[in-house]
């Protein structure tokens, strides 16, 4: 979609563009023009492209906080290739999360046909405003089955600010870590909503623990924004940029609601960490997942906090923040498991580790 016609800025997909030597933009009255990348989320899977900004027109914004379940919509791309197309659908949830296809996730979902090639395209309601882009479905045969993923325009605004400025998305941290709110927690908490983000540690010296956030409080919103789960946590922190205000509405179970003030502070550096050596890698260092780092709670392994230039690790592609879960396929969870696993291997390593959003196995001899 062209978002703003007088500089030429459009938004897609990053995986649309991903690994691109060259990337041209084809518009509706048929001109083919080459693009620039401005900047690239892969987070929310959100690109920024520029191109000449001559004779363009932009699409409206709509609010993707005011649309509802029922609500009819129309979703416009190119699917298969076979030429700018519209469907029409209406809006089946809301707030989808916990997919897998992104890192930050707040799907609106419909049944509006979307197919390969629709990806990047445009969600509209029927007064022509944008309120999400097209990114994902879900079908046993890479097709429509009425089950298709938008990013809220709301989200990905937020996105396209930080991209037109950084072109990239910094993210940061606050130093909490949270859960969701069950049925059996709600009534061990003594309260009787089930929607929220109930803290469950929180980093010492971090802006949560500077602005007396607890364990046991409840989250409820931020920035005015409800808080429904602890996935909105994640969606509200790394949308805000570092050094940014975010205020807390949160419930202390006895005590009552209040409203919290904090700065989202730097993201952690795994660089940061002493680690312990690996006298089978020589030169490398790592160290276990702790409260504080992003993906504290979501994966589990030894990171690799420090590679020697010039060792066999750095040769063969180590690198510091990679994540190390496997060594000659068995699963190691924490620096233990990972130094036991060495103890009882051949000279030839096979190890298996998360770069990012990808999974790379490296040989190491």
């Known amino acids: 979609m062209i978002v703003d016609a007088a500089r030429g800025l459009v938004v897609t997909n990053n995986h649309v563009i991903k690994d691109a030597q060259e990337i041209r933009v084809t518009l509706k009255d048929r001109r083919v023009l080459k693009a620039r990348l401005v900047g690239t989320d892969p987070g929310t899977d959100i690109a920024l492209l520029r191109i000449p900004a001559e004779r363009l027109t932009d699409i409206r914004f709509g609010d993707s906080d005011a649309i509802r379940v029922g609500d009819f919509v129309v979703a416009i791309g190119n699917p298969f290739g076979i030429g700018q197309t519209v469907t029409s659908g209406i809006i089946s949830a809301l707030g989808r999360a916990g997919l897998g296809i992104e890192g930050y996730e707040d799907f609106i979902q419909t049944d509006a046909s979307i197919n390969p090639g629709n990806s990047g395209g445009a969600l509209v309601n029927f007064a022509g405003e944008l309120i999400g882009i097209n990114t994902a479905i879900i079908g046993p045969s890479g097709g429509n089955v009425g089950i298709g993923f938008a990013v809220p325009i709301n989200m990905a605004r937020q996105v396209i600010a930080q991209l037109r400025r950084f072109g990239e998305v910094r993210r940061g941290r606050i130093g909490v870590t949270s859960t969701d709110i069950t049925p059996e927690l709600a009534r061990k908490l003594g309260v009787k909503s089930v929607e929220g983000a109930v803290v469950v540690a929180v980093e010492s010296g971090s802006p949560a623990d500077k602005a007396g956030l607890r364990k046991g409080d409840i989250m409820l919103s931020a920035n005015g924004r409800p808080i429904r789960s602890s996935a909105d946590v994640r ?131």
Do not use: K, W
């Open 235 to 365: 969606n509200q922190v790394g949308l805000t940029p570092v050094g940014e205000e975010i205020a807390l509405e949160i419930e202390r179970p006895g005590t009552g609601r209040r409203l919290v003030r904090l700065r989202v502070a730097e993201p952690f550096s795994a660089t940061r960490l002493t680690g312990r050596t690996v006298p089978q890698l020589q030169g490398t260092r790592v160290a276990d997942i702790a409260p504080g780092m992003p993906m504290y709670g979501n994966v589990e392994g030894a990171i690799v906090v420090g590679v020697e230039a010039g060792s066999a690790a750095a040769e063969n592609g180590l690198r510091p923040g990679d994540v190390i879960f496997g060594v000659n396929r068995r699963r190691v969870r924490s620096v233990a498991e990972f130094l036991t696993a060495l103890r009882g291997a051949d000279t030839s390593l096979r190890i298996s580790l998360l770069r990012g959003d990808y999974r790379i196995t490296l040989v190491i001899r």
